[in-house]
């Protein structure tokens, strides 16, 4: 080797010994300040490549809550202006430890439990968990499995879109949505139409035809909750002792009222005629009844019904199990009356077990006048099966008429008895 050689191999050497020395100093003098108990190579770790690194958001460990920091105390402890005017919402998290597996929903169905905490950071895992387990336990509770309609244009979609449009017609007959709206309560005394005076004492009955006249059976009261639920109460009307009507016996229509009115789900089983009691009271409203969570109309077809022509709309309650077929007048728009049944599953149940035709509930609405500015049914006709628990052959329907003194929110119901129109026993 050369001199010429040698000397620039001395001076390459020289410069990679300077550069080393300048980069040791430099990492030097920009390391980042550690806890002692901290491991080394943290002190030293590289940052040539954090600009190539994917962003990952990490929360930290021991999260600490904003009423916890707000609380805090301890000496040089001084809470922000900005923080302490925050506004936090509440917000529904899951429970971890509550929150049950897959072989334990099926051992246990018990509904899964949730807590409401003021948090900072909103978790949306937790929200979506909670939103999918209140409307997965919601669903738990129904009759009949519910399924919002995902293709909007078929033929099913074009008659659900119909029978809503004779729904909306006759909400918009009735009063509108807005005054329907706001009747959050009814004040009802039921008046049977009766035609009889029964003398039970000495046997046997002897039963007298006296003429039509009304007789009070009952009060009801239906009203919104606190929680948005309904609550509804029901009243014997006890007759003062000058009240003429004390003399008549009607027991054979407060009979057909109490098989028709109040006691037609009792051959049910303990949950499906629980549904159809609450949803009875659920459904009271007009709305609710029609336009309600887990309602599906369907459009069937045209029909005469009480002597009208009327649009023949299919119910589907599948929360509470009811189905009927509505008939609303293609004249007047008005709810002519419902025809209820029991479902296809119930159905079989009941020929199997009494071995007779599954009943089925004719209610005609009349007599329509306005209560707080919409229009309400003041005479209720049912007809159907007397005893449809009973054993033995198929008997023949009984019918049952009733009058109703109606007064909506605060206002008083009359005490007067309703008239009787027309009417012939």
Not at 168 to 174: D, T
Not at 232 to 246: C, K
Not at 263 to 291: N, T, Y
Request: hydrophobic letters at 40%; one cysteine or more.
């Amino acid at each position: 080797m050369d001199k010429k050689s040698v000397s620039w191999l001395r001076r390459g050497a020289f410069f990679v010994f300077l550069s080393l020395l300048l980069h040791a100093l430099s990492i030097y003098l920009t390391r980042p300040v550690v806890e002692p108990t901290a491991r080394l190579f943290l002190s030293a770790r590289g940052t040539f490549f954090d600009p190539f690194k994917r962003y990952s958001a990490r929360r930290p460990a021991d999260a600490v809550q904003l009423m916890q920091r707000l609380g805090a105390e301890g000496p040089g402890v001084e809470v922000p202006e900005d923080l302490a005017a925050e506004q936090v919402d509440f917000v529904d998290v899951v429970d971890p430890v509550r929150w049950p597996s897959f072989a334990e929903k099926l051992l246990n169905s018990q509904k899964d439990v949730f807590r409401s905490e003021r948090v900072v950071d909103v978790d949306l895992d937790s929200l979506s968990l909670a939103a999918d387990a209140r409307q997965r336990a919601e669903l738990e509770g129904f009759a009949r499995l519910y399924i919002a309609d995902a293709d909007t244009t078929d033929a099913e979609s074009e008659r659900r879109r119909r029978a809503r449009q004779i729904v909306e017609r006759a909400i918009r007959v009735m009063g509108g949505r807005t005054r329907m709206s706001a009747m959050h309560s009814l004040h009802i005394r039921a008046w049977v139409e009766a035609w009889e005076h029964v003398i039970d004492y000495p046997p046997p009955a002897r039963i007298m035809s006296v003429g039509a006249y009304v007789y009070p059976v009952a009060e009801w009261e239906y009203g919104f909750a606190s929680d948005a639920g309904a609550l509804f109460t029901a009243r014997p009307i006890q007759l003062d002792r000058y009240d003429p009507l004390l003399e008549r016996n009607p027991s054979i229509s407060r009979r057909r009222f109490m098989q028709l009115f109040q006691v037609r789900w009792q051959f049910l089983d303990e949950r499906a005629r629980g549904l159809r009691i609450e949803g009875e009271v659920e459904r009271w409203h007009f709305l609710d009844r029609f336009l309600g969570y887990g309602t599906v109309l369907h459009y069937v077809d045209e029909e005469t019904f009480a002597g009208q022509a009327a649009d023949v709309v299919r119910v589907d309650d599948r929360r509470y199990g009811h189905l009927l077929e509505a008939y609303f007048a293609r004249a007047s728009g008005l709810l002519l009356g419902v025809r209820e049944g029991l479902t296809d599953g119930e159905q079989q149940a009941y020929r199997t077990t009494y071995q007779k035709r599954p009943p089925v509930w004719t209610t005609v609405y009349e007599k329509y006048k306005r209560v707080c500015g919409v229009l309400e049914p003041h005479r209720i006709s049912r007809s159907g099966p007397p005893c449809p628990h009973c054993y033995g052959r198929d008997q023949a329907d009984i019918q049952v008429s009733i009058q109703l003194n109606i007064a909506c929110n605060e206002d008083p119901v009359e005490p007067a008895p309703p008239t009787l129109e027309s009417w012939v026993p």
